[in-house]
């Protein structure tokens, strides 16, 4: 009874806590009381040692906690093995195996800690012990007997892994405990204060060892590093520790083979496999070999990484960077030898000698690397949290890479792979592009000081390799420093233009896209619009890459932000509303995962989007973005509406501005504005009315203009725009109240020069828009009334009801056969999706188009949710050139005048793509 | 007033023998110093054959009678090699400047080399040599030879890039003699083959068309009907695009030719937009004072622009030819520019006024009152203007011009019988289609 009773404690599901309840009450006993009370006490610990924790309330590192904790395990497991209990064992089993992972984690390192490895030992004595007494195995209750064989094979598989550990501890239980109290120690030393390392126990601890030390940078995550590895190659030493000149070629390369053959194997340790190799190239006979062993030791580093989504620690990446630098010494110091991944090099290529006169071939691939290398580090940025110093720390790794990039791409060069070369300088394009030229110059600073730092660096560098006894000595032949033109746009030029002479064709759009993304930051617009159309990069986005799609994206919203400083308000609107028109902006440039109200994504799409996702530094301010286009919206549908007030559906610019006024009109209250939307839903209805320093106060309030550069001016340009704007919507709006109008009124209301107001009315006059003519000798407006008798009425509405069946039954056509040659209804395409789309909530349309997207993503190829609007985009485009088209067949139109002017915009930006490519 | 030359811009574009008329206006208008434009002609013609020319400008140059050793040793050196490109060709040009000789050439080239081969010994060298003999010939600035040769080399040429080059060698050659028919038949056979030919990159063809752009400047603006033609051949979609991305420059000629052709109006609301959107690529005053008349209606800034127009066409070497008649020399294109000018001034503000003060806009136009009156006068009885004169308050009455209400319903339904009868054929198409399977 008593046995059953633990062992039912020992499990902790509810009901049976219910059932010691009961038994409680109804036995009353004060044993058990304090038995039940007892074990609970010993579960709650068990289950969570961070209660027990609690009440000393010691700090302590996170490191000696997960120590304790997995100590407080191994008790219990020792406690259960008393009582023979088989389920809480196994509890606490699964319990000890989560825990090495967090301790490992912590660490840092790839060491099973030796309390694991006594624990495993002691679990499979027992078993052993248990499964050969036959008769109390039959004495088990059934679930302590299931939990005993479910047990055994957990254990089996487990104890697979580190059997090589398992029988070293075995045989020699003494000194591996000894060993781990020190490592323990000396781990301690890393996690607090390596900042203060202390040269004279370096020496201590390295005194016996034959230290290789070698040529890590000064960095204080290294400095552990390098005392972990004298440790390690104490092993391997033992092999070398004979006569150097005794190790020959064939010895590394034995050694070499058999730790490349573990790769990748159970129990193989990565960072043991990585420390071994490096060794290696240590003791390296030639230098093609030394090269072969390096590329080993970067790919062992990036194996090192646990998953896809995880990102490369910091300070093997660093390691890896520099390793790179050593394989370029080598392979500038030694022109002979090739890099190659294309063929598979002899067996006993790399015995030929550094006085080998042909060519030697190595296995490698310098790009790859590369590219894995700036992978990671983009990885890594995008793993830590932006706002914090670890952050910071990181961004300042880039010039290193930068170094490195350029390096490999000089090299490149000079081989005359200008394929590989372009790849490599897209790489440092896409690290370039996105930084206004504060940044770029901060960057280059940065470059420059820590060249001052690694200077002390270096000459204790050269001390180093000088004391060392590698085999093959590399001189810093590749320089560690970084060479940048004064001007980002210079370096941009050199890169891209090097890309646009021998990239393929993705790089070559990519680099495009930076480019066009670079102009745009630069204010150019009109470069970066033309580049944008001659590129037809409109026309092939949807069939490229999530990521090219997604820095088209970018760049198409840098546009449009450039498009809006520069003043140009219809083509900074065309730009951006395709962005803005699904509300799937955060998506669309991968600045954040936006949530859809009508679908839930799926874990694999979900996971795929984050990997999408751009850092933060990269980011392009979305509430600035949000506040341009609603403005650029602003602008251009005010008057719209205004002009045409009778039949508001038929001429929409902006439908995304249209839904929003009509959710702001809906609210009964409108309270002061608090986000971008409310500010601009205010500065709308001041406009309305006409009232333009209502608006622009509103629109100057928000706080999102300090992020321009050249604010004033961008102001005083929207100011102007906005009084323009007010202007015309006065007009339109007010024009059936007035017979006649003075300019000098108008100047008054308006803050407008006579010749302003001048050029303004007559462009309405002259586009139609406004029934009215001058009167020049008195200097006002002189409304003509243009009513229509209730017969010409209806024979207009009747004639605009038949235009819209020819369209319909056009579309029907088109939907049959696949629409050859007609190009009218693709322009009324938009109206009539908006007609549609008002009934349900407007939007609806694009949710339901990604969805199917979503499901044919998640069960083909990567998933595509991302791509879906850049395909809009490309569609749009098409349909602005036939709307371009269509323009004479309309313009006859009265009133039409508007549509026109946007379409003007429009045609220029697509009548320029159509005949550059004819 | 040098800011508005486009020398240096249209340079580039040109053959060298054919910057010199350029050089020869500016030194007539007196644009830069005198010096300069010698030195740039003696740098000019270091690369041609002209050595002879080379050392007279020289010699005036520098006030001297030496002449630089290297001239003269050139001098030699290019005699020498005349007479060698002559000897290599003197078979076949003996043989072409023998008249009855030539009758036996038939329209088959195949036909005609075989036969050179045959009775004469003329090969392929000798083709060639022809070919290189013209070349040199233009060289010296013997253009008619060079023209002659050329036109006999196509008819024997089969390498279709050489052709193409003799082509060009013809056009410029024919345009240094002033021949303006027989250029513009050339120009449009190298328009038809640049249109036709696959090049290599499209890079190619683009700068193909603006070297083709360039050097009809020369026939349009002194060929009778050239105004019409250039905007024919500028504004055709392909080419208003070589302009707009290579050489917006070109867009001066175009605006002119605009504004004296009064028969393009269709055309003409297609180019204010360039105009409209190439305005931060490329301005001068023709450009702008389209832009103020037709997008900003500003017509103060217009008027301005029009005096500065007169300036540009004057020192424009294309634009501002002179007409000698009897004692004084006019530029026929400036008058009719400045005439049609205003009209467009006129007309686009007639069509937001409704009443105008004469004196107000006579002063707009750059008339006198009298001038002015008699003018619009004038408009109105040729009814291009429905309009009245106040005479007493000294104001023009515009006519109000609404549209009329059946025109409007009969302007939105007039599309849709044909929009229907497109879509049943579309329709019975694959009907059809389908039964004759």
Redesign the interface.
């Given at each position: 009874m008593a046995s059953k009773f633990w062992t039912q404690g020992g499990s902790d599901t509810e009901e049976e806590e219910t059932d010691i309840e009961d038994e409680i009450e109804n036995g009353g006993a004060g044993e058990t009381t304090a038995a039940a009370a007892g074990s609970r006490y010993l579960q709650t610990n068990a289950s969570d040692s961070d209660d027990s924790d609690g009440q000393k309330r010691v700090v302590r590192s996170a490191k000696d906690k997960r120590f304790e904790e997995m100590a407080s395990t191994v008790d219990q497991m020792k406690n259960a093995m008393k009582i023979n209990d088989w389920v809480s064992l196994q509890e606490s089993f699964d319990k000890i195996n989560k825990q090495l992972e967090k301790v490992m984690r912590v660490t840092e390192s790839d060491r099973v800690p030796n309390l694991y490895i006594k624990c495993l030992v002691m679990l499979e004595d027992f078993l052993a012990e248990a499964l050969a007494n036959k008769e109390a195995k039959k004495k088990m209750s059934s679930s302590n007997h299931k939990a005993l064989n479910a047990m055994k094979q957990k254990l089996k598989k487990n104890n697979k892994q580190y059997e090589e550990l398992i029988n070293k501890y075995r045989e020699n239980p003494e000194s591996e405990e000894e060993k781990f109290e020190d490592e323990d120690e000396d781990e301690d030393e890393d996690e607090s204060g390596s900042e203060l390392e202390d040269p004279s126990q370096i020496a201590a601890e390295s005194s016996d060892e034959d230290d290789e030390g070698e040529d890590v940078d000064d960095d204080d995550a290294d400095g552990a590093w390098e005392k972990k590895l004298s440790k390690k190659e104490k092993l391997m030493d033992r092999e070398f520790k004979k006569d150097p000149s005794e190790i020959t070629w064939d010895t590394v390369n034995k050694k070499f083979k058999e730790v490349v053959a573990a790769r990748g194997r159970k129990g193989t340790g990565k960072f043991e496999q990585v420390e071994q190799l490096t060794f290696l190239t240590k003791v390296a006979k030639t230098p093609a070999q030394k090269l072969e062993i390096l590329f080993s030791v970067i790919s062992a580093q990036f194996d090192v990484n646990p998953g896809l989504s995880g990102h490369m620690p910091i300070n093997v990446w660093k390691k890896c960077v520099q390793n790179m630098l050593v394989i370029l010494d080598i392979l500038v110091q030694y022109p002979n030898i090739v890099v190659d991944d294309m063929v598979e090099p002899d067996e006993n290529e790399t015995q030929k000698g550094a006085d080998y006169d042909g060519t030697i071939r190595v296995w490698g691939n310098l790009v790859a690397f590369l590219e894995r290398i700036d992978n990671e580090f983009f990885k890594s940025l995008q793993c830590i949290d932006p706002h914090t110093r670890e952050y910071v720390e990181r961004l300042r790794d880039e010039p290193l890479f930068l170094v490195l990039a350029q390096n490999v791409q000089e090299y490149l060069e000079r081989i005359g792979d200008l394929k590989s070369a372009a790849k490599v300088a897209l790489r440092r394009v896409e690290l370039v592009y996105y930084k206004p030229q504060e940044v770029y110059d901060a960057m280059r600073q940065l470059a420059v000081l820590s060249e001052d730092g690694e200077k002390d660096g270096d000459e204790t560098k050269v001390e180093e390799t000088r004391g060392t006894s590698a085999f093959v000595v590399t001189p810093e032949l590749v320089s560690r420093k970084l060479t940048f033109p004064e001007n980002s746009r210079a370096l941009m030029d050199i890169l891209v233009t090097l890309i646009y002479k021998s990239g393929d064709e993705r790089t070559k759009a990519r680099a495009m896209l930076c480019d066009i993304y670079h102009h745009a930051l630069f204010d150019e617009f009109?470069i970066a619009r033309?580049l944008l159309l001659?590129s037809h990069l409109q026309d092939t986005i949807q069939h490229m890459d999530v990521s090219t799609q997604i820095l088209f994206n970018r760049a198409m919203a840098q546009v449009g932000l450039c498009a809006f400083r520069v003043g140009l308000i219809a083509e900074g609107h065309g730009c951006l509303s395709e962005l803005y028109s699904g509300g799937r902006v955060k998506e669309l440039l991968a600045q954040g995962v936006s949530q859809s109200r009508y679908h839930e994504k799926t874990p694999e799409q979900e996971r795929l989007e984050r990997r999408r996702q751009m850092p933060y530094h990269m980011h392009i301010n979305l509430e600035l973005l949000e506040a341009v286009h609603l403005i650029c919206a602003m602008l251009l549908e005010v008057p719209n509406m205004a002009a045409n007030s009778l039949d508001a559906k038929r001429k929409v610019i902006s439908k995304t501005f249209r839904r929003l006024l009509e959710v702001s009109e809906r609210q009964p209250f409108t309270g002061p504005p608090e986000n971008v939307r409310d500010h601009v839903m205010a500065a709308t209805r001041a406009l309305c009315k006409g009232d333009f320093q209502k608006a622009f106060d509103v629109i100057n309030s928000l706080d999102v203009w300090k992020l321009l550069r050249n604010r004033e001016s961008v102001l005083e340009m929207l100011k102007a725009k906005i009084k323009e704007e007010a202007l015309r919507t006065y007009l339109f709006t007010y024009c059936f109240s007035y017979d006649t109008l003075g300019l000098d009124q108008l100047t008054k209301m308006f803050d407008l020069s006579d010749?302003q107001i001048?050029?303004i009315v007559?462009?309405m006059?002259?586009n139609?828009e406004l029934h009215a003519?001058?009167?020049?000798?008195?200097r006002c407006i002189?409304f003509?009334d243009?009513e229509?008798s209730r017969l010409?009425a209806l024979?207009?509405q009747l004639?605009?009801k038949?235009?819209i069946l020819?369209e319909s039954?056009?579309r029907a056509?088109e939907a049959r056969?696949g629409g050859?040659?007609?190009d009218?209804p693709l322009r009324r395409r938009d109206n009539q999706e908006y007609a549609a789309g008002t009934a349900g909530g407007g939007g609806g349309r694009w949710p339901d188009l990604s969805y199917n997207q979503g499901r044919q993503g998640s069960s083909g190829r990567a998933a595509y949710t991302g791509g879906g609007r850049p395909l809009a985009l490309g569609q749009a485009s098409r349909d602005r050139s036939s709307q371009s088209r269509g323009t004479g067949?309309y313009s006859?139109?009265?009133g039409s005048g508007m549509r026109g002017y946007q379409m003007?915009a429009s045609?220029?930006m697509v009548s320029?793509s159509?005949?550059?490519r004819? | 007033m040098a800011t508005y030359d486009l020398t240096p811009r249209i340079g580039p574009n040109l053959d060298r023998h054919l910057v010199f008329p350029l050089l020869e206006f500016l030194q007539e208008r007196q644009l830069y110093p005198d010096e300069q434009i010698l030195k740039a002609k003696i740098e000019l013609l270091n690369k041609t054959n002209m050595v002879d020319y080379a050392m007279d400008i020289h010699k005036s140059l520098y006030r001297t009678d030496d002449v630089p050793q290297d001239m003269v040793d050139r001098r030699v050196e290019v005699v020498a090699r005349l007479k060698a490109l002559e000897d290599a060709a003197a078979p076949l040009v003996t043989f072409l400047q023998n008249p009855n000789a030539v009758q036996e050439l038939r329209a088959d080239k195949q036909y005609n080399l075989q036969m050179l081969n045959d009775r004469y010994q003329i090969g392929p060298d000798q083709i060639e040599a022809l070919y290189q003999y013209a070349k040199f010939q233009f060289e010296c600035g013997n253009y008619s030879g060079a023209a002659d040769y050329l036109y006999q080399y196509r008819a024997l040429c089969t390498n279709s890039e050489r052709s193409l080059s003799a082509l060009w060698g013809k056009l410029a050659a024919e345009i240094l003699m002033q021949n303006w028919d027989i250029a513009l038949e050339e120009l449009n056979r190298l328009k038809e083959i640049i249109d036709s030919k696959s090049f290599s990159s499209p890079l190619n063809q683009v700068q193909s068309r603006i070297w083709l752009m360039h050097w009809s400047l020369f026939i349009f603006f002194n060929h009778d009907n050239g105004r019409t033609q250039i905007i024919d051949l500028f504004n055709q979609d392909k080419y208003l695009n070589a302009i707009q991305t290579s050489a917006p420059h070109l867009l001066r000629y175009l605006a002119t030719a605009f504004i004296v052709n009064k028969r393009r109006r269709p055309q003409f609301k297609e180019f204010i937009r360039v105009i409209q959107q190439d305005q931060c690529s490329y301005k001068d005053p023709i450009t702008e004072f389209l832009a103020c008349v037709y997008v900003n209606y500003e017509f103060d800034g217009a008027q301005k622009k029009m005096k500065e127009c007169e300036e540009v066409i004057l020192n424009d070497p294309f634009l501002g030819k002179r007409v000698e008649e009897g004692n004084f020399s006019t530029v026929p294109l400036k008058d009719e520019f400045l005439e049609n000018a205003r009209l467009f001034i006129f007309e686009t503000y007639c069509r937001i006024h409704q009443r105008i003060d004469m004196g107000v806009l006579f002063e707009k136009l750059n008339l006198n009152y009298e001038e002015g009156e008699r003018w619009i006068v004038n408009l109105i009885r040729n009814s291009k203007l429905e309009a009245k004169i106040d005479s007493e308050t000294g104001t023009v009455i515009m006519e109000p011009n609404q549209p009329n209400v059946y025109e409007q319903l009969i302007d939105h339904t007039k599309a849709l019988q044909g929009r229907t009868y497109k879509l049943v054929g579309q329709l019975l198409e694959p009907a059809q289609a389908q039964p004759a399977c």
């Open positions: 009109s033309d001659m010749a001048h050029s007559s462009k006059l002259v139609e003519s001058w009167d020049q000798p008195t002189i003509h243009v229509y010409q024979a207009f004639t605009e038949l235009s020819a039954n056009e056509v056969f050859g040659g007609l009218l067949g006859g139109r009265a003007d045609a220029r320029l159509r005949g550059v004819g | -």
